[in-house]
């Protein structure tokens, strides 16, 4: 099994899991070994999860300010904590090929492994909603024609991804690419650097 054929199981089983309560309180119930690569995937798409649910209530145009706020602040922990997850990822891979030497002609490639993973993600839930919609009983004909075709693109997508992944990973373990773990040091995350939290504070 490919690292990408894991991946897209495990992914496709949290967003299934997800939405038995469809609930952005509800905690992961993660079924992996702790510190294995299997629990941080499904512990990212699990986030995803909850995000993309979080980012779907915020848009609610009668939703009072309040609670928008309160949402908006659990999105931004949110992304925080899929940004963290997404370079462990990295740093997992990295440890995994740390003995290989690179070739003389190695490079690198335009984004981590770790990144194209974590749209890889997004796709499972992508392709989890496509299909409601697809398959909507209360949709118009046109509808669920418009989502199947979308669905199918969706799919390709992920094919295609995960191919270029799995190609990306062979790469690196045959020396023919290097990767390097980039921090995203998020300047506004971080009341130190963040100006506005620095003169709300005073």
């Known amino acids: 099994m490919s690292y990408t054929d894991k991946a897209n199981e495990i992914f496709d089983r949290a967003v299934r899991e997800y939405h038995i309560t469809d609930c952005i309180d509800t905690p992961c119930p993660n ?10 995937l499904y512990a990212k798409c699990w986030v995803d999860a909850a995000q993309w649910h979080m980012e779907d209530e915020i848009r609610v145009p009668s939703l009072p300010a309040d609670q928008g706020m309160v ?19 990295d740093s997992m891979l990295r440890d995994k ?3 290989v030497k690179p070739l003389p002609s190695a490079s690198i490639n335009t984004e981590s492994p770790a990144w194209a993973i974590d749209r890889l993600s997004i796709l499972a839930l992508k392709l989890w909603h496509m299909r409601e919609q697809a398959e909507r009983a209360d949709a118009s004909a046109a509808h669920r024609a418009t989502a ?14 995960s191919s270029a992944i799995d190609t990306l990973l062979e790469d690196i373990a045959a020396g023919r690419k290097y990767m390097k773990v980039y921090r995203q040091m998020k300047l506004y995350n971080d009341p130190e650097t963040n100006p ?7």
């Open 71 to 89: 949402l908006k602040h659990r999105i931004d922990a949110s992304n925080q904590l899929r940004t963290d997850m997404v370079e462990e990822i």
């Open 196 to 202: 506005a939290i620095s003169r709300a504070k005073k």
């Open 31 to 40: 079924p992996y070994e702790p510190g294995s690569t299997e629990h941080t």
């Open 97 to 99: 090929y740390r003995d």
């Open 148 to 161: 199947a075709g979308k669905l199918a693109v969706l799919e390709e997508q992920r094919q295609d991804l």
